[in-house]
C-alpha cells in the first residue's frame, strides 16, 4: 500500500465497541486508496483484541502500551498516517463510508490545500469554500477550537511544521493543538470549509451512555471551563504574534480569538452547564448560571486576558486602547447583527 490518498486517523481509549464499529464502517468503503489508522492509548477494555480480529489490509492498529494523555493521543496518532491527506476523527462519532469518495475527489481537486474541516449540518448549497493562504484561510479556520472529527490535514504541510515536536506542550496547547497546527498550516496552502455531510459527532442519548474519557467538568482545567478559555484566548495571541502576517492582519486575529474565547468562557459556558446529557457525559451536575456571574466572568476574563498579555503590547501593532475600541466595536456589531436576524 505505497499509493494511499487518504487516512482516517482515530485515537481511542477504552470504547472497543464503537471504535471496531466505526472502522468496520468506513472500511465497508471498498476504495484500496484510503487506510484506517487507530492508536491506541492502553485500554483495558480489549480494544487491541477486538481490533485485531479485523482482517483488512488497510486498517493499522498501533498501541502506546500505557495511557499517555489524549493530547499525545491526538498528535500522535495523526503522525502515523501515510495518505497524501488526513482526517481526524474521534473515536466516538460516525462517518458516512458512503460519502468518502466524494471527499477524496474534493481533495484531489485541491491539491494545494493545507487543510481545513467537514462542516457538521450545514445548510450551504456550495460543496466548499476555499479560503486563499495566509490571513483569511487562518481567520476562517484556525483558533475555531470546534469538535474535531473531519479535520482535514495535507500531511507533507503538517509533517513540515513538526506537529509532534512542536504542539504537544499541555500548558500552551491544552486539548487544541490543532488549532495552532491550522494556523501554521495556513500559511503554507489554502483553507477550506466542506459542506458535504460526511461526519456525524455523538449526540443525545450517546453521549450520556459513552462518558468523556479526556474530561472531567468537575475540573477547572475543563476544556469548556472559563480557566481554560482564558488559557487558550492567552496563548492563541501569543501564536498570532509569532505568524508571518502583517501587524494589521495579526491585530484583527488577535481581537477574533480574545471575542470568540470571551463568548465560549461565558455564554458557551453557561450553555453546557444546562444540558443535562453533556453534564452527565463529563461527570458533572447541571447549574444556572444567572447573568450577574456571567457578567463577573466576562470582567475577570478580560481582565486576566489584559495582564497575562501584556508583554504583547509592546510590538507598537496595538496597543491597550486599541485593542479595547476594536472589542467594543466587535461586540456592538455582533449585538446588532443578532437583533437584525430575531425581528
Not at 31 to 45: F, H, K, Q, R, W
Not at 145 to 153: E, I, L, N, S
Not at 220 to 239: G, I, M, Q
Not at 320 to 338: A, K, P, T
Request: aromatic content about 10%.
Amino acid at each position: 500500500m505505497n499509493n494511499i490518498e487518504l487516512s482516517f486517523c482515530i485515537p481511542t481509549y477504552n470504547r472497543a465497541e464503537i471504535v471496531s464499529r466505526l472502522v468496520t464502517n468506513i472500511l465497508s468503503c471498498t476504495d484500496p486508496t484510503i487506510e484506517v489508522v487507530v492508536l491506541d492509548n492502553g485500554s483495558t477494555d480489549g480494544t487491541l483484541d477486538i481490533l485485531r480480529t479485523v482482517k483488512d489490509e488497510r486498517l493499522c492498529v498501533y498501541s502506546n502500551g500505557e495511557n499517555k494523555g489524549a493530547l499525545f493521543n491526538m498528535v500522535n496518532v495523526l503522525n502515523k498516517g501515510r495518505g497524501k491527506f488526513l482526517v481526524y476523527s474521534t473515536d466516538q462519532d460516525h462517518v458516512d463510508s458512503a460519502k468518502i469518495s466524494d471527499l477524496k475527489s474534493f481533495l484531489a481537486q485541491h491539491p494545494s490545500l493545507a487543510g481545513g474541516y467537514c462542516a457538521f449540518d450545514s445548510i450551504s448549497e456550495a460543496e466548499c469554500e476555499i479560503f486563499p493562504r495566509g490571513y483569511l484561510a487562518i481567520r476562517n479556520i484556525a483558533y475555531q477550537g470546534r469538535h474535531p472529527t473531519g479535520y482535514v490535514f495535507n500531511n507533507e504541510m503538517l509533517k513540515s511544521i513538526k506537529l509532534v515536536e512542536r504542539f504537544s506542550d499541555y500548558a500552551f496547547v491544552d486539548l487544541f493543538p490543532l488549532e495552532f497546527a491550522f494556523a501554521e498550516l495556513c500559511l503554507l496552502g489554502d483553507g477550506a470549509i466542506y459542506h458535504r455531510p460526511t461526519f456525524t459527532p455523538e449526540t443525545g442519548t450517546m453521549v450520556v451512555k459513552h462518558k468523556s474519557s479526556t474530561t472531567n467538568g468537575k475540573l477547572k482545567n475543563a476544556f469548556f471551563s472559563p480557566e481554560t478559555r482564558l488559557k487558550l484566548a492567552v496563548n492563541y495571541s501569543k501564536h498570532i504574534n509569532t505568524l508571518q502576517l502583517t501587524p494589521q492582519d495579526k491585530h484583527k486575529l488577535i481581537i477574533d480569538t480574545f471575542i470568540h474565547e470571551l463568548a465560549a468562557a461565558t455564554k458557551g459556558y453557561q450553555s453546557i452547564l444546562r444540558n443535562e446529557n453533556l453534564c452527565t457525559h463529563y461527570y458533572m451536575e447541571c447549574k444556572e448560571i444567572k447573568n450577574k456571574e456571567l457578567l463577573s466572568i466576562g470582567l475577570n476574563f478580560y481582565r486576566r486576558y489584559k495582564s497575562e498579555t501584556m508583554a504583547l503590547w509592546g510590538g507598537g501593532f496595538i496597543t491597550h486602547l486599541d485593542f479595547e475600541r476594536h472589542v467594543v466595536m466587535r461586540l456592538f456589531s455582533r449585538v446588532v447583527r443578532r437583533s437584525i436576524k430575531n425581528r
